[in-house]
Each structure stands twice: as structure tokens, then as C-alpha cells.
């Protein structure tokens, strides 16, 4: 008996002391590693765009005269105090109506090679109308949404002054809210310091889980200026991802059943301000995305040390966050229809 106790304390005292020679290895090896051609570049701050337009799309991102029930916004389920997301499985539409897809952040939108999960608008102007005129988001028109911004005099004078025509028009709408979230990128992440040349950036343990994040194989969907956001990917690879979500992604655009389960790869900057994670808000933490990730994407099964350390490394990601005055909306005119959130129809 006892020298089968001495045989158990032996054998656990080898493990630990490999555990902690491993650990000692892994963070000489991050001591020595610099950034060497890496496929994650960093942001650049905004520059460039049409500052009054800017402003303009400000105003109208923030405003929920573009929607029916005059209560919803675009800030309302992309919140820029939330990191341009709105922290739901699925967001909250028209007569609170449960949204279909997970709302992907709009901070670094621009980067996208398109937009929405499923790639069906090519860019933001495109994108931007979309919302407005969907029954199950802000189930407005086009139509309807020019005639109240056209009730209200200073809008009337601030899209005269910015696009230099008599008339407000939808593509005028959008240009303006696609202008301002262009500028909503979010440079100087702790981990775009370290690319930068400033070694002490991150912690070790965050340079450790970059490295099993890069040669894990992560950097090869997530990778770019918006560590993704690049291309279409299938969920589930290696193992099949089971959801209830209905969404049939690129496949849903496309009419082609190979493209069923492909998105588009989401951005991981500012990942840990954006939960819940995947085109279904399945994954409620960062360590329960990059488990699942792990296994069904990579047949890996990452241990609970690798998961906090890759975990670790992707809060390094979080850049500094929009800073801006609140902007102060036009009064509406008399002459501009009040909104019925309880009406059935539209207000006239």
C-alpha cells in the first residue's frame, strides 16, 4: 500500500512538472517570437470621408423615424455602446418580432468584402436600405422613409447642403449612413501595438494564444485587417454544425444547396464586446466559441489552459471604440406623421 501511494505522488509530481515545464516553454517561446510577416495587419484610423455627410449619416443612424413604429433605430440592434452589436441571439424587430440571424457588428463593417452573413449586399450603401424596408426589422418603405426626412425642414437644408439637389432620395439615405459607419473602425488594438513593434503589448500568455491560434490553422479564415470578414466559409467542416436557426446562408442567395451553411467569416476585432457568437447566438462566451470552432472547423479539441490562452489573445483585438458627441436629431414639423408603434399599418 504504501508503495503504491509513492508510486501515485511520483507519477503526479512528473505531471506537474512537465505541466510547468511546458509552461516555462511556452513562454520562453513567446519571449522570443516577433512579429514576422503576419496575415492579421492592423487598422488604420478613418480618413477622408466628406465630414458634413458624416455628420449626417450620425443623425440618421441614431434616428428612429426610419422605422414604422418610429422606436426603432439602426443603433438599436447595432449599438455603439455595446461594440455595434446589440448582445442577442437574434435582435428585436417590428412588433418586438424575434430577427432571424444573429446581428453582426457594425463596427469595421467597411473592411467586409460584403455584407449581411449570407454576402447579398456588396457594400454598406446597399446594405443600408436594406433594414429600413424589412418587415421583420424596421418594417418601413423606402417611400415613406424619404417622405418624413423630407417633413422635417433641417433635414430638408442638411441633405441640400451635403448633396447639392432639391429632392431627398433613398440613395442619399444610404450614402449618408454608409459615409458615417464607414468611420467607425477601431484602430490601436493592444494587439495592432504589438504588430507595431511594442513588444510589451500583450502578456505572454496572450502571445502564447496567437501562436496556437496562427498555427492551429485559425489564420487561415481569420485573418486580414478585420481578422475575417474576407470570404465564405462553411460552419461545420470537420464535424456537422447542428442549430435550429433556419438560415441556409450563401445557399439562400445563391438558390445552390453546395453553398448551405457557408457565411461570410465574421470579424474577431473587438470580439469579446460582441456575444453572443455565430450566425445563430449559439455560443453565449468567447471560451464556448473557440471550443466549438476548434472541434468542428479544425478536429481539434483544444484543453481548457489552450482555450484561455486563445481566449486571452482575442481580447487583445478590442481597438479603441467610437468617440463621438451624441447627435441631437431635427424636430419633426407639423406637418411630419407621428408614428403609431401599435397601428397595423404604416402612418400616411
Known amino acids: 500500500m504504501k508503495l503504491k501511494s509513492t508510486m501515485f505522488f511520483s507519477s503526479t509530481a512528473l505531471a506537474l512538472a512537465m505541466a510547468f515545464s511546458g509552461a516555462q516553454a511556452q513562454d520562453k517561446a513567446a519571449e522570443r517570437y516577433k512579429p514576422n510577416n503576419e496575415l492579421i495587419q ?13 455628420e449626417l449619416g450620425k443623425k440618421l443612424f441614431f434616428d428612429p423615424r426610419l422605422s414604422r413604429s418610429g422606436f426603432i433605430s439602426c443603433n438599436s440592434c447595432h449599438n455603439l455602446s455595446m461594440g455595434g ?21 457594425v ?13 447579398r449586399a456588396k457594400d454598406l450603401r446597399e446594405q443600408a436600405g436594406g433594414p429600413i424596408a424589412n418587415p421583420m ?57 504589438w504588430l507595431a513593434g511594442k513588444e510589451d503589448a500583450i502578456t505572454d500568455q496572450e502571445l502564447n494564444g496567437y501562436l496556437l491560434f496562427k498555427n492551429s490553422g485559425c489564420v487561415a479564415c481569420h485573418n486580414g485587417v478585420a481578422v475575417g470578414g474576407n470570404t465564405f466559409q462553411k460552419m461545420g467542416v470537420v ?17 445552390n444547396d453546395i453553398d448551405r451553411m457557408r457565411f461570410k467569416v465574421p470579424t474577431l476585432r473587438n470580439v469579446e464586446l460582441t456575444y453572443p457568437y455565430f450566425h445563430d447566438g449559439a455560443a453565449q ?31 487583445t483585438l478590442t481597438g479603441d471604440q467610437p468617440d ?12 411630419t406623421p407621428r408614428a403609431n408603434p401599435w397601428a397595423e399599418t404604416a402612418a400616411n
Open 42 to 54: 492592423p487598422i488604420e484610423a478613418a480618413k477622408g470621408q466628406n465630414a458634413a455627410e458624416v
Open 85 to 105: 452589436s446589440d448582445n442577442l441571439r437574434t435582435s428585436i424587430g417590428d412588433k418586438w418580432q424575434q430577427g432571424p440571424i444573429n446581428s453582426p457588428t
Open 107 to 119: 463596427l469595421n463593417s467597411s473592411l467586409n468584402f460584403v455584407q449581411f452573413w449570407d454576402g
Open 137 to 193: 426589422e424596421m418594417a418601413f418603405t423606402h417611400e415613406l422613409a424619404v417622405d418624413i426626412l423630407s417633413s422635417i425642414p433641417e433635414y430638408r437644408e442638411e441633405f441640400k447642403s451635403v448633396f447639392n439637389e432639391d429632392k431627398i432620395t433613398i440613395e442619399q439615405i444610404t450614402s449618408a449612413l454608409a459615409t458615417f459607419e464607414e468611420t467607425l473602425v477601431t484602430p490601436n488594438s493592444r494587439f495592432d501595438q
Open 239 to 255: 464535424e456537422p454544425y447542428v442549430t435550429d436557426n433556419a438560415s441556409a446562408g450563401v445557399a439562400g442567395v445563391s438558390g
Open 285 to 315: 462566451t468567447l471560451s464556448e466559441a473557440v471550443d466549438i470552432m476548434g472541434r468542428l472547423q479544425l478536429g481539434k479539441k483544444y484543453t481548457e489552459a489552450e482555450i484561455k490562452d486563445i481566449v486571452a489573445f482575442l481580447k
Open 324 to 335: 463621438f458627441k451624441l447627435p441631437i436629431l431635427p424636430p419633426s414639423d407639423d406637418s
